[in-house]
């Protein structure tokens, strides 16, 4: 099965917990509405004469003193009247009550999972080993879209981002790609002695692989863009050599690990 598939089973499972809560606080409030064809019937339950065969009777089960009563017969048989008219509405009213009520909770958890999945979080699966060891090949993550509003990208955050238009014409990929920010607009930035310095700070880092082999020469984050490096320093394809990445090619934060199971965890810079 895979990383989506599982998500979306989650999320469908929360939100039908969520609508049986709902439902067993508030009750089912079912609305159902009165009267009926008395067309293949030709008692007279008025005592009058009989009536011919094939005709509607719009008073059956109605007292001539309840008026209300009449009103809400009358208004039943109009829309029985107009659901003939739409195949649809017909295919549906047939259903049973249970088969409706399966239906709508599953549309809506369907509609509630496919907007976390756009608006707020997103699984990912990892193909390669250039964020090693914070990421291993096979491991699946959740991506946070929307706490970006509240707090905007620092370093060390992980970022799942859009390949810029460099790095597809320098590899012909365009799929999502996955880094960790080292410096952010404004930041001077500099690998030297096998070593990251930012704004002439070396960086502590124990998430990473192995200490850098290549030099980057000082340069500054220009407005509107970060620079981003893989954990596994000399088996990534980042920023050291396609340039710098800007900020609307970020998907979202990395912010949890959820398989495999024994690898489950938050990511450092990401919480």
């Not at 079912?30 to 009926?36: D, F, P, S, V």
């Not at 239906?103 to 369907?110: A, D, E, M, R, V």
């Not at 030099?215 to 620079?227: D, I, K, Q, R, Y």
């Amino acid at each position: 099965m895979s990383e989506i598939w599982r998500l979306l089973l989650l999320f469908l499972c929360i939100t039908q917990l969520y609508i049986q809560a709902v439902s067993y606080r508030f009750g089912n409030a079912y609305l159902y509405k009165g009267g009926r064809s008395c067309s293949n019937s030709n008692k007279n339950l008025g005592g009058g004469p009989p009536r011919p065969p094939n005709t509607l009777c719009f008073m059956c089960e109605i007292s001539p003193e309840n008026d209300s009563a009449k009103g809400s017969a009358e208004v039943s048989i109009s829309e029985d009247v107009e659901l003939s008219s739409s195949p649809f509405k017909r295919k549906w009213m047939s259903l049973s009550e249970e088969a409706r009520d399966d239906i709508k909770t599953t549309l809506i958890s369907f509609a509630f999972a496919l907007f976390v999945r756009v608006v707020m979080f997103e699984p990912r699966y990892i193909p390669s080993l250039s964020m090693f060891p914070t990421f291993d090949i096979g491991d699946q993550l959740i991506v946070d879209k929307i706490s970006k509003t509240a707090r905007p990208y620092q370093k060390r955050d992980v970022v799942v981002f859009n390949p810029t238009d460099t790095y597809i014409d320098l590899t012909g990929n365009t799929e999502a790609l996955i880094k960790r920010i080292v410096a952010t607009a404004g930041d001077t930035v500099e690998v030297k002695n096998n070593h990251l310095y930012v704004n002439d700070v070396l960086q502590e880092e124990n998430y990473v692989n192995e200490l850098p082999d290549y030099n980057l020469p000082a340069v500054t984050v220009p407005a509107g863009c970060v620079l981003v490096l893989g954990d596994n320093r000399n088996h990534s394809f980042d920023s050291h050599i396609w340039g710098f990445l800007e900020e609307r090619n970020i998907v979202g934060r990395a912010v949890v690990k959820y398989w495999p199971p024994w690898r489950i965890g938050f990511i450092e810079g990401s919480k």
